[in-house]
C-alpha cells in the first residue's frame, strides 16, 4: 500500500503557476505509476496526468501544454508543475495510484485560481 502527503496547494492568479508535490510511503513505490487526480466542487473527481515507473506520461486534454508531472522515486515524491493556471483549474488535488486503489485517497491540497 502506498500512503500519501500531498503539499504546494494555494491562492495563485490567473496565469499564474504552482508546483504540487506528493510525498509516498513504501518500499515499492517506483515500481506504480502513479497520477494527480483533481476534484472541484460539486463534480467528480478527475484524473489531471499519470506518469508510470518507466517516467511516460500522459494528460487530461484540459491541461496539456500547461502541467508537467515528474517523479523521483529515490525521495519517493511525485510532483505537478502547473503553468498558465485557470480559474477552471480551481479544485482539491490529489495525488495517488494509477489506476486508484478503492478505499485509499489522501487529504489532498487546494488550489485556487483567481483574482
Known amino acids: 500500500q502506498v500512503q500519501v502527503v500531498e503539499s504546494g496547494g494555494g491562492l495563485v492568479q490567473p496565469g499564474g503557476s504552482l508546483r504540487l508535490s506528493c510525498a509516498a510511503s513504501?518500499?515499492?513505490?517506483?515500481?506504480?505509476?502513479m497520477g494527480w487526480y483533481r476534484q472541484a466542487p460539486g463534480k467528480q473527481r478527475e484524473l489531471v496526468a499519470a506518469?508510470?515507473?518507466?517516467?511516460?506520461?500522459n494528460y487530461a486534454d484540459s491541461v496539456k501544454g500547461r502541467f508537467t508531472i515528474s517523479r523521483d522515486n529515490v525521495k519517493n515524491t511525485v510532483y505537478l508543475q502547473m503553468n498558465s493556471l485557470k480559474p477552471e483549474d480551481t479544485a482539491v488535488y490529489y495525488c495517488?495510484?494509477?489506476?486508484?486503489?478503492?478505499?485509499?485517497w489522501g487529504q489532498g491540497t487546494q488550489v485556487t485560481v483567481s483574482s
Open positions: 495517488n495510484r494509477y489506476p486508484p486503489p478503492v478505499n485509499y
Open positions: 513504501g518500499s515499492m513505490f517506483s515500481i506504480y505509476a
Open positions: 506518469i508510470t515507473s518507466g517516467s511516460s506520461t
